[in-house]
């Protein structure tokens, strides 16, 4: 086989058959397949697409270029959810204790952000102490042990999956449905659960601007999913505007524990209320979604919840005191408020820009080796459909540094459009697949 007449045969509008697709991964992999044939054939991907099955063969053959997560150590079911990611994004934080208290085995592994989004990892290191850097060994029996633990993801996950990604990013070959979908569910079949529920964005935060395009991508991994044998859900949920108020390590974190004590902001609560009740309802604890709710909704009138991150914070090597005290937790010397410059109606705020905000304060990582600041942030204090009077605040800025608040504050003024035109509240939910 030659991966020439590969790239020839799907420039022509070819089907790639299962052996074609695990020769090039296989070959990529292992490095006998050059960086300029496999940018070739991404490039000749995007423009003609692969169908269902070639989807399919790509993700089991990027599963299978590493290690396969051996989870059956773990007692009961191990259910697993992905976000496509976002600006806010704290949803790990608050949801993985809530369904943990509910009996659910959480096993997962998280990445840490780059570029506007935050990532699960960054945010939990607001707590002093704690560490993702656990061996497979440790990470299985804190599941066991407490019912939940996050690690950072290992090398052996996926290989073709990362080297694809990073050659992806630099060849203009991101935003393809199929590429996309495969690479995701790449990295959780070869997590290991039995249940996956994907949490995917669609809006001017997320890679899925429409909602059209959204669903279709919910629905594609989904059927990988299936196919592999694992129980699947989705959920298409918002990202014109940030999630929730806080965006921010720290800040984010903050909102997270508030959650957990039932103050959290409307939009997230539900949201974490809604994939719980799928994550529930995938682990066979419930037979529907209502009857989910009530429980999570118990964990956390009781506190179980909050006691669970507690617990999982703890394992992990960080100061669990934080947890009932988040006042311990990394503060920046400056917090300025944003006003108004006319009254009106928030019509919308441009999501990216709030995450680029957040970045320039140094909360994110403008390269990988960059390091962050987790203190930093902004607290949206308006949101799109809230109506705002002169001069009221629209949002905190949370920074260290008098020049990039500065900064910040021009972009964040800009991120929001005020208008006499009255803008009705959306639902955070857009939809369910399973
Ligand atoms: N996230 C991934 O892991 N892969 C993609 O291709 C896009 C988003």
Do not use: W
Request: contains cysteine; negative net charge.
């Amino acid at each position: 086989m030659r991966m020439y007449d590969l790239i020839m045969k799907k420039r022509n509008g070819g089907i790639l058959t299962k052996e074609e697709i695990c020769f090039m991964i296989d070959g990529y992999t292992k490095g006998t397949i050059p960086d300029y044939q496999m940018s070739a054939m991404m490039m000749a991907i995007y423009f003609v697409g692969m169908n269902e099955e070639e989807t399919l063969h790509l993700t089991m053959a990027m599963a299978n270029s590493g290690e396969i997560l051996d989870l059956s150590e773990i007692k009961g079911i191990k259910v697993d959810k992905h976000s496509t990611g976002g600006v806010g994004d704290k949803t790990s934080l608050a949801l993985t204790p809530m369904v943990a208290a509910c009996g659910v085995k959480i096993a997962k592994m998280s990445g840490r952000g780059l570029g506007h989004t935050g990532g699960t990892i960054d945010k939990l290191e607001s707590f002093d102490g704690f560490t993702t850097g656990i061996s497979t060994k440790q990470f299985i029996s804190n599941v066991n042990d407490i019912g939940i633990s996050i690690m950072g993801q290992t090398k052996e996950l996926a290989p073709a999956d990362k080297l694809l990604y990073a050659l992806r990013d630099v060849t203009a070959t991101v935003d393809n449905m199929s590429l996309i979908a495969s690479s995701i569910m790449s990295k959780k079949l070869a997590a290991g659960a039995d249940a996956i529920v994907l949490d995917v964005k669609t809006g001017s935060g997320a890679f899925m601007k429409s909602e059209a395009d959204a669903f279709a991508l919910a629905k594609e991994m989904v059927m990988i999913g299936k196919n592999a044998g694992k129980k699947m859900m989705a959920v298409i949920s918002d990202m014109d505007q940030p999630l929730g108020r806080a965006v921010g390590n720290a800040l984010e974190v903050k909102e997270a524990i508030a959650t957990l004590n039932g103050e959290g902001p409307e939009d997230f609560t539900e949201l974490c209320m809604t994939l719980g009740s799928c994550m529930l309802l995938s682990a066979g604890v419930t037979e529907s979604r209502e009857q989910a709710e009530k429980m999570l909704k118990q964990v956390i009138d009781e506190r179980t919840a909050l006691q669970k991150l507690a617990d999982f914070v703890k394992a992990q090597g960080g100061n669990s005191e934080m947890v009932y005290k988040p006042e311990l937790l990394p503060k920046a010397s400056i917090v300025t408020p944003l006003t108004a410059p006319e009254e009106g109606y928030i019509n919308k705020i441009i999501c990216d820009e709030v995450g680029i905000c957040s970045l320039i304060l140094g909360g994110g990582r403008e390269t990988k080796e960059s390091s962050i600041d987790l203190s930093v942030g902004i607290v949206l204090e308006k949101k799109a459909g809230d109506y705002v009077k002169k001069g009221e605040t629209l949002a905190f800025i949370h920074a260290n540094d008098e020049e990039k608040r500065k900064a910040c504050e021009e972009r964040l003024l800009a991120a929001y459009r005020i208008s006499s035109e009255k803008k009705k509240k959306e639902s955070v939910i857009k939809g369910i697949l399973n």
